[in-house]
């Protein structure tokens, strides 16, 4: 399970699994809006983590970020290990 740290959001935290057709499943936010991350969640279960960064990458709350825009920098962040990973 890869985890995120958020920056600027009510959630603390981002987790989540990929599967080898870089689906995205499991995701659970610590901390925030319970209603409204549950429903992130659903959303985004067995999506393409590509589409997924696309969509919601920019969503701005307060503090110039969103739960679902920490969402698309936590696969950002998710790629980038993974990439070194395979480079090493």
Same mark, same amino acid.
């Given at each position: 399970?890869?985890?995120?740290?958020?920056?600027?959001?009510?959630?603390?935290?981002?987790?989540?699994?990929?599967?080898?057709?870089?689906?995205?499943?499991?995701?659970?936010?610590?901390?925030?809006?319970?209603?409204?991350?549950?429903?992130? #969640?659903? @959303?985004?279960?067995?999506?393409?983590?590509? =589409?997924?960064?696309? @969509? @919601? =990458?920019?969503?701005?709350?307060?503090?110039?970020?969103?739960?679902?825009?920490?969402?698309?920098? #936590?696969? =950002?962040?998710?790629?980038? =290990?993974?990439?070194?990973?395979?480079?090493?």
């Amino acid at each position: 399970m890869f985890t995120y740290s958020t920056k600027g959001t009510c959630s603390r935290q981002i987790l989540f699994n990929v599967d080898a057709d870089n689906k995205m499943h499991d995701v659970r936010f610590i901390g925030g809006c319970g209603g409204n991350l549950q429903g992130i #969640a659903r @959303l985004v279960e067995g999506q393409d983590i590509d =589409a997924i960064e696309k @969509l @919601l =990458a920019g969503i701005r709350c307060k503090g110039n970020t969103s739960c679902p825009d920490q969402l698309s920098k #936590a696969i =950002a962040e998710y790629k980038a =290990a993974k990439a070194m990973e395979n480079n090493q």
